[in-house]
C-alpha cells in the first residue's frame, strides 16, 4: 500500500479566528472549517440545503475528488435534475470538525505550534461531540448569511446531525431529513467501532498515535478498520448477489499488502480493496476521533432521557427514510425516532425503502428513495413559497 494523504491540497475554507469551545471544554483557539457549495443563493437567502457527510464522507459531495479522482460521494443525489437540484437550491457540505480534509482536526497544525508547520494536533485533538460538528457548521452557515436553511439532509452520521441540527436551531431549519440513522448508536454499532479502533492501535507503525513524526502511518490498523465497518454497510443479499462464494486467482492478490494463500473468495478481494484505497485519503487519528463521536451520540440524554422534548414545539417539517435491509441503522430506529416526533406535535413523514441494499442504499441507484426525497422536498418548496 501506498498509505500517504496529500494534505497540501488547498481546500476551499474559512478560518473563524475566534475558535470553538467544545462540549469536553476544551476551548480551539481557533475554527477552520473546509466547504464546497452548488448552485446558487437565491436573493432571499431562502433555497440553502445543508448537506451534512457520513463517518468517511467529505465535502465533495457532487464533484471530481481531488485525491481520488473519483465522483462525487451524491452525485446520484445532488446535482442539476436530481432530488436535490442545484438549478433550484444552494448546496453547502463541510468537512466536519475532526475530519481529515480541510476542517480543523487531528491532522491540523496546532494553534500553539512554533510555525514550522510540523506540530499536528495528531492524537491530542480533544474528543469532539456531534452537537460540536453541527456547532461549527452553524457557524459556516452564518458566515454565509444564511439566517434559515431550506433544509438539512444527511445519512448515517449524516443523519445524526440532521437530528442534532433540528434539535439545537429549530428556528434555523425549515425541513429536515434524517436518512438511515439514529437518535444515538447502538451497542452493537459501538462493538464495531471499538473492533475497527484495536485494529488501528494494534498496527506497529500505530506508534502511540504519533505516527506522522516519523513519517508513518499505520495503513494495515486504517484498513482493516475500514474492511470492518464496511460488511456493516452491506446487507447479507447484497454480499451473496455481487460476490457469491466466487474465487479468483490468488496472485490477484499480490501488492495489496495482504498475505493471500492461494485463490482468494471475491469478497475477500473487494474488501482488500475497499482497506487499501480508504487509507490513501484518510487519516487514522480522525477515524478515532469521529467514531468516538458518533458512539457518544445519544440525543434524548440531553432531554433527560426523553427524545420527543428536544422536538417539542418544533416548526420543522421532518421526513424520516429508512432501508429495510439496513442492520447498522435498522428500521426501528427510524420509527422511534417518529413515534418521538408525534409525541412532541412535530410535522412528520416516514418512510421505509423496500431494497437489498443494505444501509449504504442511501448512496446508491435507489430509485424509490430519490423519489421519495425529491417529492418532500417539492412538497417543502410549495408550502414554504419557493418558486
Not at 86 to 99: A, K, M, P, Q, Y
Not at 100 to 125: K, N
Not at 252 to 262: I, N
Request: aromatic share 10%; net charge neutral.
Amino acid at each position: 500500500m501506498d498509505p500517504t494523504i496529500d494534505i497540501a491540497i488547498e481546500h476551499t475554507h474559512v478560518r473563524f479566528a475566534d475558535g470553538l469551545t467544545l462540549e469536553c471544554g476544551t476551548h480551539l483557539p481557533s475554527l477552520t472549517l473546509a466547504y464546497r457549495t452548488y448552485g446558487r443563493l437565491n436573493e432571499a437567502r431562502s433555497n440553502a440545503i445543508l448537506v451534512c457527510h457520513a463517518l468517511t464522507g467529505d465535502q465533495y459531495v457532487a464533484e471530481r475528488h481531488p485525491l481520488t479522482g473519483k465522483p462525487g460521494w451524491w452525485e446520484l443525489v445532488v446535482g442539476p435534475g436530481r432530488p436535490i437540484d442545484t438549478e433550484r437550491f444552494f448546496v453547502i457540505c463541510s468537512n466536519v470538525l475532526g475530519g481529515c480534509m480541510g476542517s480543523t482536526g487531528p491532522r491540523s497544525v496546532r494553534d500553539d505550534a512554533a510555525g514550522d508547520g510540523s506540530a499536528l494536533w495528531g492524537i491530542d485533538f480533544p474528543p469532539i461531540t456531534i452537537g460540536d460538528m453541527v456547532r461549527a457548521q452553524k457557524k459556516l452557515v452564518d458566515y454565509l448569511g444564511i439566517r434559515r436553511l431550506f433544509a438539512v439532509v444527511g445519512g448515517s452520521m449524516g443523519g445524526m446531525q440532521v437530528l442534532q441540527w433540528a434539535a439545537s436551531y429549530p428556528d434555523a431549519v425549515f425541513a429536515a431529513v434524517p436518512i438511515a440513522a439514529a437518535a444515538h448508536h447502538s451497542a452493537q454499532n459501538i462493538a464495531f467501532h471499538e473492533v475497527g479502533r484495536q485494529a488501528i492501535f494494534a498496527d506497529p507503525d500505530w506508534q502511540g498515535g504519533r505516527y506522522w513524526q516519523s513519517g508513518r502511518v499505520p495503513a494495515r490498523g486504517l484498513a482493516v478498520a475500514r474492511m470492518a465497518a464496511h460488511i456493516t454497510y452491506l446487507s447479507e443479499k447484497a454480499l451473496t448477489r455481487k460476490f457469491g462464494r466466487r474465487q479468483r486467482p490468488g496472485e490477484a492478490a499480490a501488492g495489496s499488502g495482504f498475505p493471500f494463500f492461494g485463490d482468494i473468495f471475491e469478497v475477500e478481494s473487494y474488501l482488500r480493496h475497499q482497506g487499501s484505497t480508504f487509507v490513501k485519503r484518510f487519516d487514522a487519528n480522525s477515524y478515532l476521533t469521529i467514531t468516538r463521536a458518533m458512539d457518544y451520540f445519544d440525543l434524548a440524554a440531553d432531554y433527560n432521557g426523553d427524545l420527543a422534548a428536544a422536538f417539542r414545539h418544533s416548526q420543522t417539517r421532518f421526513c424520516l427514510v429508512s432501508f429495510s435491509s439496513d442492520w447498522l441503522f435498522p428500521t426501528a430506529e427510524s420509527r422511534a425516532i417518529a413515534q418521538a416526533l408525534n409525541r412532541a406535535g412535530a410535522n412528520v413523514s416516514f418512510v421505509e425503502i423496500k431494497t437489498d441494499k443494505g444501509h449504504d442504499a442511501f448512496l446508491l441507484d435507489e430509485p424509490d428513495f430519490h423519489r421519495t426525497l425529491a417529492g418532500f422536498l417539492a412538497g417543502c418548496r410549495e408550502h414554504a413559497g419557493l418558486l
